[in-house]
């Protein structure tokens, strides 16, 4: 949930605390979760400690956004508090061992969405005696645009690697690098 006018006005002033959700280096931008529980647009140009990745914890003030499409709010002069996720390992399901730092965002993926990624039509799933949330995924995608799928045991579908259910090991990631 992006940030609401009403909490802008409250703390426009003031430091907030969030942790950083999903970040591009290459686009040079991402989203901050607040302590709020709603989400603050990031550019890199407002990053003083550049080493930063999904679940760094930071300090900044929101601003109004002045340019972009979307309008809404931004967070300026980010301080970094604590980066130390940056420099962990991530043994992701199939076994593969990547930095964190690496990660550029993380999901889930459901219903039609995964129909129309996959290509898929839905009178195909169906005559193959397969639903839509048979199809559900996590991916984990990196800066460098390699993007992994990971599928529950009863895909038709494998991908990457099966696990036991998509949506719990995102929720899982969610509560370990990205709420406070």
């Known amino acids: 949930m992006r940030l609401e006018e009403k909490f802008f006005e409250k703390y426009k002033n003031c430091k907030l605390y969030g942790r950083i959700k999903s970040y ?5 931008f991402g989203w901050i ?50 980066n130390s996720c940056v420099y962990n390992d991530y043994y992701m399901p199939n076994g593969k061992k990547i930095r964190w730092r690496s990660v550029e965002r993380f999901g889930y993926v459901k219903g039609d969405k995964v129909l129309d990624k996959l290509n898929i039509s839905k009178d195909d799933l169906i005559n193959h005696g397969y639903d839509e949330d048979s199809l559900s995924y996590a991916f984990i995608r990196l800066q460098n645009g390699d993007e992994y799928k990971f599928f529950g045991k009863t895909s038709p579908v494998r991908g990457d690697g099966r696990i036991e259910d998509p949506e719990s090991f995102c929720a899982c990631l969610n509560r370990q690098y990205c709420f406070l």
């Open 24 to 28: 591009s280096k290459k686009k040079g």
């Open 33 to 82: 979760m607040t302590e709020l529980g709603q989400d603050v647009f990031l550019s890199s140009y407002s990053i003083k400690d550049k080493k930063i990745a999904i679940g760094t914890i930071v300090k900044f003030t929101p601003v109004e956004k002045t340019t972009g499409e979307m309008g809404g709010y931004a967070a300026a002069d980010i301080e970094v508090v604590d």
